[in-house]
């Protein structure tokens, strides 16, 4: 998913690194895009500079990274206001745990799911029932399954963000229920 239409709006920016690339930022830290540059064959040039230390990044040292386009590069990092902002109160588990739930899809989250359980309800279903009985257990227990694995899906976002809102007002005296 693309979040930016030319490199010049990722400048002077903070961005979350969604994405672990060999020799650069990890996953779950907070950069600064200093500058970027597309060059002629469509490939982008990003200098940029950890906002925040974790283990490996110790100073303010510039760091440079190439992507193929614009669209590697929104992958790689994305703008995230939240983390940004109450990066000093979370951990690495937790914004890579974040990051983990807030990029699932449901092609990439669900549709596994629904087809395992699909594949598991039709077995049973042929085993145990007979006649047209087996067909409508099947079809009935596979509608059911794949509705409670949306709501699933869409629970673990939820409940994420609000678990990520509880840590930040922790010290704010706010519980949120």
């Known amino acids: 998913m693309t979040h930016l239409l030319n490199i010049d709006e990722a400048i002077d920016r903070k961005f979350l690194v969604a994405k672990s690339m060999k020799g650069q930022a990890e996953q779950g830290t907070i950069i600064h895009v200093l500058d970027g540059e597309q060059a002629a064959d469509g490939s982008i040039n990003v200098w940029y500079r950890v906002t925040h230390f974790n283990e490996k990044f110790h100073d303010y040292q510039d760091y440079q990274a190439k992507f193929k386009n614009l669209a590697e590069f929104c992958k790689w990092a994305q703008p995230d206001n939240f983390i940004a902002r109450h990066y000093e109160k979370l951990n690495i588990k937790d914004i ?31 085993v145990a029932f007979e006649g047209t009985l087996k067909v409508v257990v099947g079809v009935v227990l596979t509608v059911v399954a794949a509705v409670a694995i949306l709501f699933i899906f869409k629970g673990q976002k939820k409940h994420e963000k609000i678990r990520l809102y509880e ?4 010290t704010w005296g706010v519980v949120i229920k």
């Open 96 to 126: 890579q745990h974040y990051l983990k739930v807030k990029n699932r899809s449901f092609t990439t989250f669900c549709l596994p799911i629904i087809l395992i359980a699909a594949v598991i309800i039709w077995i049973i279903a042929f």
């Open 167 to 170: 840590k930040v007002s922790s």
